[in-house]
């Protein structure tokens, strides 16, 4: 029981509990009211009937922690209770889980979350600057293949080791953590500005360089690095880390260190919205295809048309294939975009034939690389033409040269899969890739589709014309056709 009167605090009475952990004493002396007298003189000044807070006794790892209730006395006098209740044990437990749900149990270090509270807590002081701190994320490339062959302790290993080394190259407060799989989060201070960040960097790649003894295997490990400046415009500590992780993508691309951008940021973001966009149109079989002719230049007459896809946005803008086919294939749409053109080109050959009869017209069909990777074309195609009625023979399909040379193998019984139902083989956009004689004679192609950009302008270049003559005289000689 305390006493408050005129603003001086006594000790009137104290059990013996509070002896044995000597908060006890006589008046005003008694420890107790040292530690927490001037929140019993704001109670008494104020007119709740009671007051709950934790208080922290003792500043050592032994400190303990209490409970406080203050209560009014009964009698209407000056006096309040004051309850202590040992909360230690609870508060221990709770800061040992929430140790733990921060950080990474492989190898020690502050977790994804336990990385963004300690970066909240930077953005959040007054005092610093943003412009003197940033996050760079290392992530490792091909670790899976580590995993894969070698195994997840191989992996473990690898991953405490790279902690170890990564850690040797930073300075006195710098924060390392583990936010990912193979992915690492430095949170760094700029004291000569952000050519620290480069300094940093080019540390951590040479350290890394130096290969990894992995039981009886020499592993080298590469890495990409990207970087996010504090100075760089955002809402939270997570929108830091997220765009230093897309200039580490960028890193992956380019293989240098990549600062963030904040214009490539924009574009990515686009790119994600048209990539919905056109998922949505593929669902709703929104698309079109615009039949482009092929002409005979010996006669003159119409031989095949080729299909092309267009889309026209919910907005009614046309959206270039340009813009929307590297969309498609980087986001694996273009398996059932083309699908849908193999099926929609077969019909659209048929229905022409129904309502003008067989002129003996071709279809062109472009099929790209990933969907031969993964998906069957043979099987695909065999449905397309029995469900349309039309012949083999009156259907091309386009390769790229990469497709080709992907996996030449399965390629090649994809190939031969397709010459059996009679299928037209023809390489696209030829002289831009990789291919070479050998794969010219060994896959069973029909004919070669000359790039544009052989016979744009062709009659006021020499070298073009060269090389057109050299393409046709080639073809020639292995039994083919040639477009361009």
Not at 58 to 81: F, K
Not at 186 to 195: H, P, V
Request: with cysteine.
């Amino acid at each position: 029981m305390i006493e408050h009167d005129a603003g001086v605090l006594t000790a009137v009475e104290m059990n013996r509990p509070l002896r044995v952990l000597g908060l006890a004493g006589e008046g005003d002396a008694a420890p107790l009211l040292r530690q927490i007298g001037a929140r019993v003189s704001a109670f008494a000044a104020s007119d709740a009937a009671s007051n709950d807070f934790i208080w922290q006794y003792g500043d050592s790892v032994d400190c303990r922690h209490y409970q406080v209730h203050l209560a009014r006395s009964t009698r209407g006098d000056n006096r309040c209770l004051v309850t202590l209740i040992d909360c230690t044990g609870e508060r221990r437990t709770e800061q040992n889980l929430r140790r733990e749900m921060l950080t990474d149990a492989l190898s020690g270090l502050p977790n994804r979350e336990g990385f963004v509270e300690t970066l909240e807590t930077l953005i959040a002081e007054p005092s610093v600057d943003n412009e003197r701190y940033a996050v760079m994320i290392v992530n490792l490339d091909r670790f899976n293949r580590v995993n894969a062959c070698l195994g997840s302790l191989a992996g473990d290993e690898l991953l405490i080791t790279v902690a170890r080394r990564i850690r040797g190259a930073l300075r006195g407060g710098d924060v390392l953590a583990r936010i990912g799989g193979d992915e690492f989060a430095i949170m760094l201070t700029l004291d000569q500005g952000r050519q620290d960040a480069d300094h940093l960097a080019k540390r951590v790649l040479t350290t890394l360089s130096t290969p990894f003894r992995l039981s009886d295997f020499e592993i080298r490990v590469s890495c990409s690095i990207g970087v996010a400046f504090g100075g760089d415009p955002v809402d939270d500590a997570e929108d830091l880390v997220r765009h230093a992780q897309f200039a580490t993508k960028r890193s992956k691309v380019s293989g240098e260190v990549e600062a963030y951008q904040p214009q490539a940021f924009d574009r990515a973001r686009a790119e994600f919205g048209l990539e919905t966009a056109l998922r949505r149109a593929i669902d709703a079989q929104s698309l079109t295809l615009a039949y482009q002719p092929i002409v005979d230049l010996a006669s003159g007459r119409i031989v095949a048309f080729e299909a092309l896809a267009r889309w026209r946005s919910d907005g009614g803008s046309d959206v270039g294939p340009g813009a929307f086919i590297p969309v498609a294939e980087e986001s694996g749409l273009i398996v059932p975009l083309g699908r849908w053109a193999l099926r929609e080109a077969v019909a659209t050959l048929a229905a022409w034939d129904a309502r003008g009869g067989d002129r003996s017209v071709k279809m062109a069909v472009n099929v790209s690389a990933i969907q031969l990777q993964r998906d069957n074309v043979p099987q695909l195609v065999k449905q397309a033409l029995e469900a349309s009625g039309i012949a083999g023979h009156r259907l091309t399909l386009e390769l790229t040269e990469s497709a080709l040379i992907a996996d030449p193998d399965r390629i090649a019984q994809i190939m031969q899969a397709l010459k059996a139902l009679d299928v037209t083989l023809a390489m696209d956009d030829f002289g831009t890739g990789y291919s070479n004689l050998a794969n010219l004679q060994k896959l069973p192609i029909d004919v070669l589709k000359m790039d544009r950009s052989f016979v744009t302008g062709m009659l006021a270049d020499r070298d073009k014309i060269a090389i057109t003559r050299a393409i046709l005289s080639l073809a020639q000689a292995l039994g083919m056709k040639t477009t361009a």
